[in-house]
């Protein structure tokens, strides 16, 4: 049952069963709600059965299973597991046919027929079961435990009924008999959270109402689900000792964040599959959420191209135009940001991004005191925010920095934010430039033209590896020439010894990039790299290698002790028996006074070895560094900045006080860093000279004056 609000989404919304849930007379009389909702469940249930009914006697294709009285001699274990082995398969065909029933052919702009009556029958039977029971003697008493006690036994009733249909013999387990129940009825309400609204000073409301009334189903296997972006776990009702149920257990369970994820992904076997197959739109759709991918299965061939629109609906929470919250989903999306949740109000932030904006939500407790909230790597949803950027012409860095919510991103330790920003921006560039090319990957040297400058890209091609191993010794252009690269967003690994070539060739599957963990072996960003001629494999896939500095102490003059550390055995890239490609090793020494793009020199002596690389160092944040940067320069700076600071609540960020002025928000910030004396570079304490002795020599002054005086 889908109660959203929005009709924008999929799958639609049940539009009469939330009306008539939500909109009716004395919504704020509570007898009048529980009893409404008393014969809803009832309806519901006796509406189920007898469509579970009619499809048994309509297809005659389900599991025929043993009939018995109670009063027959319990049959032997073997007997009964092959019993519930026919129930199980039963309910499982069962099953399928009623949800094909409830969705074949329904479309984004609404339900299909099957249900929409489906959903009617239940409202009018729901409709005539509240007349009789206000028409039945004793009624007169309308006091909340009566209405109770006088109809949770038609719920009991009908409840047994549906479940003795599924499963005659109770062999599946009930609580009587000790066995654990397995479900047979699921009934899920999806986006409830439109029942927990609330009058001024009500303390219930119709989900807690609800709650009570299908705890009358206690005994049996069936089970509610209640489905909700919203993260307003809290506002669950607790028990109300006025109600006559007190003596069972009604609490919620903690939430359930655990969602299907790559369930219906393509299998993804080395020496199988090429690159070709992986940027197509039919594999990546089936990466992530099974949303995507079963709707590529359902739809015919011309309206596919609906599902790519509804991920950028999506993302945008179902808005025309990219929002605030939209544009930080769409940056979410393809740069894995992480949001700090020490400042201020990030986690208010990241829960409107997990329930309108398609965030991944990893764990949780009650209330939130525990939250877990990740990008989860989905090209789709990628290509989705990528193609929204692009065709509201705006610039990534530049939304970020600009950003109301910037100073709850995580900015990293390294500068290695910017450097995505840096590398994505060339992704892009290169594929406006690839129009004969396969759909969605680039190649090496058309990544490279697009991010440095042309004078250092022109010298690039004609390089020479400073390593080699024997006969590799070639120029950039050669050892390079045909490879390409896919990718269209971040994934950050947790586990380092994913960078190895033995698992490299997977990122490409998903069209990832690949940012480090912090303090790990020398290398930040691996983009991988392969011969789209060849199946995807460990034998068919390299690297550029980076490693991103914010530090100035690294200025323009090379340090060969950086590449030394980025020696690909040594960061786990290539093992002993490889035979390894040509490898790339960048440093990206963003703090740099001075800018530009530099070339170790090459020596004949001291380098041959068991790998080839070519190394580039690039030093600052310029156009003299980085290809078309230059416009947004003060973009990529802000992010920089941020890098270099712990929290942002240093410089009194985390606050959206409109009555906190410049002046007063930085005074605020140089308290607060002091507090941390020296951590900053600033004057401390310890300091005699600035702002803080002037004031007591000019007191000192103002009081010899008056004395004088």
Not at 240 to 262: G, K
Not at 478 to 498: E, K, P, S, T
Not at 597 to 619: I, K, M, N
Request: hydrophobic share 35%.
């Amino acid at each position: 049952m889908c109660l959203r609000e929005l009709p924008a989404g999929f799958p639609p919304p049940d539009v009469a069963l939330r009306s008539w849930l939500t909109l009716f007379p004395n919504r704020d009389d509570r007898v009048a709600v529980t009893r409404r909702l008393h014969a809803f469940i009832y309806s519901l249930l006796t509406v189920t059965y007898n469509q579970l009914a009619a499809i048994e006697s309509r297809w005659h294709g389900t599991t025929a299973l043993p009939v018995r009285s109670d009063r027959d001699v319990i049959p032997s274990r073997d007997k009964q597991n092959n019993e519930a082995f026919l129930v199980k398969k039963r309910h499982k065909e069962l099953a399928i046919a009623f949800r094909e029933q409830m969705t074949t052919g329904q479309l984004f702009q609404g339900t299909n027929s099957y249900r929409q009556n489906f959903f009617e029958d239940v409202i009018s039977t729901a409709t005539e079961f509240t007349r009789k029971s206000m028409e039945s003697p004793g009624e007169k008493d309308n006091s909340l435990g009566l209405v109770y006690q006088r109809e949770r036994q038609s719920i009991a009733e009908a409840g047994n009924r549906l479940s003795r249909f599924i499963d005659p013999n109770r062999v599946l387990g009930s609580p009587s008999n000790g066995g654990p129940r397995h479900p047979l009825v699921i009934f899920a309400f999806d986006e409830f959270r439109i029942l927990m609204n609330t009058s001024r000073g009500q303390s219930w409301s119709v989900f807690s109402e609800l709650r009570w009334v299908l705890s009358e189903l206690v005994y049996e296997p069936i089970f509610s689900l209640f489905i909700s972006t919203s993260g307003q776990f809290h506002q669950f009702s607790q028990s109300d000792p006025s109600l006559p149920l007190t003596n069972l257990d009604t609490s919620p369970l903690q939430p359930i964040t655990e969602i299907s994820f790559d369930d219906l992904a393509y299998p993804a076997e080395e020496h199988h599959v090429k690159l070709s197959d992986v940027v197509d739109i039919k594999w990546i759709s089936h990466l992530g959420r099974p949303l995507f991918g079963s709707l590529y299965d359902a739809l015919p061939e011309n309206d596919k191209d609906e599902i790519m629109h509804l991920a950028k609906q999506k993302l945008l929470g179902g808005q025309i135009e990219p929002t605030d919250a939209g544009t930080l989903a769409c940056l979410s999306v393809r740069f894995a940001l992480e949001f700090d949740f020490a400042i201020g109000d990030a986690r208010r932030v990241a829960r409107d991004q997990i329930e309108h904006h398609m965030r991944l939500c990893v764990a949780a407790t009650t209330g939130l005191k525990t939250l877990v909230t990740v990008a989860g790597s989905e090209p789709f949803l990628a290509e989705a925010a990528y193609q929204l950027q692009d065709l509201s012409k705006t610039n990534p860095v530049r939304d970020l920095a600009s950003h109301r919510d910037l100073n709850y991103v995580d900015h990293g330790l390294r500068g290695e934010l910017v450097a995505a920003f840096l590398i994505m921006q060339a992704r892009d560039a290169s594929l406006v430039k690839q129009v004969a090319s396969p759909k969605r990957s680039i190649t090496v040297t058309d990544f490279m033209k697009a991010f440095l400058p042309a004078p250092a890209y022109e010298k690039l091609e004609n390089v020479w590896p400073t390593h080699w191993c024997p006969a590799e010794n070639k120029q950039f252009k050669d050892a390079f020439r045909g490879y390409r690269m896919w990718f269209n967003h971040v994934i950050r690994i947790r586990n380092y010894d994913l960078i190895n070539i033995k698992s490299l060739w997977k990122f490409i599957t998903r069209g990832a990039m690949v940012m480090c963990a912090d303090n790990q072996r020398g290398v930040d960003i691996i983009l991988p790299i392969c011969d789209p001629d060849r199946n995807l494999s460990r034998d068919n896939v390299t690297a550029i290698l980076i490693q991103v500095k914010n530090d100035k102490f690294f200025q323009h003059r090379i340090d060969k002790t950086l590449f030394d550390a980025m020696d690909p055995y040594r960061v786990g890239l290539f093992n002993g028996e490889d035979s390894p490609l040509p490898v790339v090793r960048m440093v990206l020494a963003l703090a740099s006074d001075q800018a530009g793009v530099f070339f170790p020199p090459v020596s004949e002596l001291h380098h041959r070895g068991r790998f080839t690389a070519y190394d580039v160092w690039c030093a600052g944040l310029s156009g003299d560094t980085f290809k078309d940067v230059d416009g947004d320069i003060d973009s990529y700076r802000t992010l920089l900045e941020h890098s270099l600071q712990p929290n942002g609540a240093y410089h009194s960020k985390e606050t959206t006080d409109l009555y906190l002025d410049q002046d007063t928000r930085e005074a605020k910030g140089l308290r607060r860093r002091r507090l941390e004396s020296l951590a900053f570079g600033e004057d401390g304490g310890q300091d005699n000279d600035s702002t803080k002795s002037r004031p007591r020599k000019r007191i000192k002054k103002t009081k010899n004056k008056q004395s004088k005086g």
